[in-house]
T-cell receptor
Framework: KQEVTQIPAALSVPEGENLVLNCSFT??????LQWFRQDPGKGLTSLLLIQSSQREQTSGRLNASLDKSSGRSTLYIAASQPGDSATYLCAVRSDMRFGAGTRLTVKP | DGGITQSPKYLFRKEGQNVTLSCEQN?????MYWYRQDPGQGLRLIYY???????QKGDIAEGYSVSREKKESFPLTVTSAQKNPTAFYLC?????????????FGEGSRLTVL
């Protein structure tokens, strides 16, 4: 059974910092991996989808990488802004497993 | 605009009552899903449907029921058999196969048992 872990559970950084969020999974036989953002009391917004044959995807200040052999994905956020404050979740598309998320706070 | 609409946004239920959460999508997606989210936990899959008139149980289907009579609609009924129904419920859809298509989510419905 696939298990997905996101560490740290919470992260607080000053505005302007570059930061990395981590997602680990136990079974490397995945179809793809998707990163989401969730604001309090809201649904999930898709940020990036990485197919299993890809190594990374980029969208604006966001870059996500995937290393299936080590069971890891990272979400890199460049030049963080207060508007980036939210919970970030990863979903591994085999058995449709989600991590518990990393709650990010970017301080002005 | 295309998207997924969930209603109601907030719902209160007395113990022993069944309630139905609505989910409608106009993205022309084949697959639809229901997830439950509890504080500090990841999303857990309740039910999913790949085509009309067909659906499969997820990890926590006990106490829930669904139907898929139309491609656009996937309502979830929380029955009185669900022992701890207070949670945030999220509906999602994806094009094509459940393992490969990009997931899109609605805004969620918060159910509280009084």
């Amino acid at each position: 059974k696939q298990e997905v872990t996101q560490i740290p559970a919470a992260l607080s950084v000053p505005e302007g910092e570059n930061l990395v969020l981590n997602c680990s999974f136990t079974d490397s036989a995945i179809y793809n991996l998707q990163w989401f953002r969730q604001d309090p009391g809201k649904g999930l917004t898709s940020l990036l989808l990485i197919q299993s044959s890809q190594r990374e995807q980029t969208s604006g200040r966001l870059n996500a990488s995937l290393d299936k052999s080590s069971g890891r994905s990272t979400l890199y956020i460049a030049a963080s802004q207060p508007g980036d404050s939210a919970t970030y979740l990863c979903a591994v598309r085999s058995d449709m497993r989600f991590g518990a998320g990393t709650r990010l706070t970017v301080k002005p | 605009d295309g998207g997924i609409t969930q209603s109601p946004k907030y719902l209160f239920r007395k113990e022993g009552q069944n309630v139905t959460l609505s989910c409608e999508q106009n993205l022309n997606h084949d697959a639809m899903y229901w997830y439950r989210q509890d504080p500090g936990q990841g999303l857990r899959l309740i039910y999913y449907s790949q085509i009309v008139n067909d659906f499969q149980k997820g990890d926590i289907a006990e106490g829930y029921s669904v139907s898929r009579e139309k491609k656009e609609s996937f309502p979830l009924t929380v029955t009185s058999a669900q022992k701890n129904p207070t949670a945030f419920y999220l509906c999602a859809s994806s094009p094509g196969d459940r393992n490969t298509g990009e997931l899109f989510f609605g805004e969620g419905s918060r159910l509280t048992v009084l």
